[in-house]
């Protein structure tokens, strides 16, 4: 193997290492602790770490939001969690629309991808945020809905439009989307409309399946990093 093939499996197993770390129960901290939210966003930091030496750097910084946005959660802020989010998510964005080949970009996908994507947005404003009371929350988390589509939608136009032996790891990072949308959505569910039995593994699990996929399948294929 290759010596940035060997990294990627390091920083691949280390991030498993974090994640079942965080989800054994023995010695975990309760509360809103410091060391909790240190733990919770160890994967993610992980992450950040290996995008640093094999990513680009807009996926770097957005796995170190995402780390801020883990801390910020588990400390009982519940805007830096949004906000952190936020910002990673405008990273990832920018890091797809680099990707998406325009000149394979047809009507059809762009119909059927928008067309998916306004389903979550249609359930969560008749469903969620008219349930959310707290003004400025209710305006944050429409802004934050949008983002979250925004990194579905266009990690989907990049899956779609790269036509060669390269498309394996784009449809990846697309189903992290995807994934990252269902954490998100559970998390939102459960906090502001009803109740769900097991929500909090139903939320880490997707979202760390998600971390990993958007960062297996943003593989540089060039040395160029932006």
Not at 13 to 18: D, E, R, S, V
Not at 85 to 103: P, S, T, V
Not at 208 to 218: D, I, K, Q, R
Request: glycine share 8%; hydrophobic share 55%.
């Amino acid at each position: 193997m290759r010596r940035k093939e060997i990294c990627e499996v390091l920083f691949v197993l280390a991030f498993l290492l974090a994640a079942i770390w965080f989800f054994c129960p023995v010695g975990k901290p309760d509360g809103e602790s410091l060391l909790f939210a240190m733990r919770l966003a160890l994967p993610a930091v992980v992450l950040a770490v290996g995008s640093l030496l094999l990513r680009a750097r807009l996926m770097m910084v957005g796995f170190c939001f995402c780390a801020l946005g883990d801390a910020m959660g588990v400390l009982g802020s519940f805007e830096g969690q949004m906000g952190g989010f936020a910002l990673a998510h405008i990273c990832f964005i920018l890091y797809f629309i680099k990707g998406i080949r325009k000149g394979n970009v047809q009507s059809a996908v762009i119909v059927a991808i928008s067309s998916v994507c306004l389903i979550p947005l249609v359930i969560a404003a008749w469903k969620v945020i008219p349930a959310i009371t707290d003004l400025p929350i209710r305006m944050g988390c429409s802004v934050y809905a949008l983002l979250l589509i925004g990194t579905v939608w266009t990690s989907a136009a990049r899956a779609l439009t790269v036509c060669d032996s390269r498309k394996t790891l784009p449809l990846l990072a697309a189903l992290g989307g995807i994934l990252f949308l269902v954490s998100d959505f559970v998390l939102a569910w459960n906090k502001f409309a009803e109740h769900i039995s097991n929500a909090s593994f139903c939320i880490m699990s997707t979202y760390y399946a998600a971390l990993l996929l958007l960062f297996v399948g943003t593989c540089d294929f060039s040395s160029k990093k932006t």
